[in-house]
């Protein structure tokens, strides 16, 4: 959970440097960052689903 609760925020940080949201990185305004950050964001998110997915199992036996 925790590395896809860090690629949520990473993923989050690039989108918003890639649709220029946030300036003065090499990053910002570059349509393909928005993409690739859309990307890891959802990538986390499903990683956080499932590890907490496993938790409630685990804790139930």
Same mark, same amino acid.
């Given at each position: 959970? *925790?590395?896809? !609760? !860090?690629?949520?925020?990473?993923?989050?940080? &690039? $989108?918003?440097?890639?649709?220029?949201? !946030?300036?003065?990185?090499?990053?910002?305004?570059?349509? $393909? &960052?928005?993409?690739?950050?859309?990307?890891?964001?959802?990538?986390?998110?499903? !990683? *956080?689903?499932?590890?907490? +997915?496993?938790?409630?199992?685990?804790? +139930?036996?």
């Amino acid at each position: 959970m *925790t590395i896809g !609760l !860090l690629a949520i925020v990473v993923g989050a940080l &690039w $989108t918003v440097q890639g649709l220029d949201i !946030l300036t003065d990185s090499k990053m910002s305004g570059k349509q $393909t &960052w928005a993409f690739v950050g859309g990307a890891v964001a959802v990538f986390g998110l499903i !990683l *956080t689903v499932i590890g907490e +997915r496993v938790r409630s199992r685990s804790k +139930r036996k």
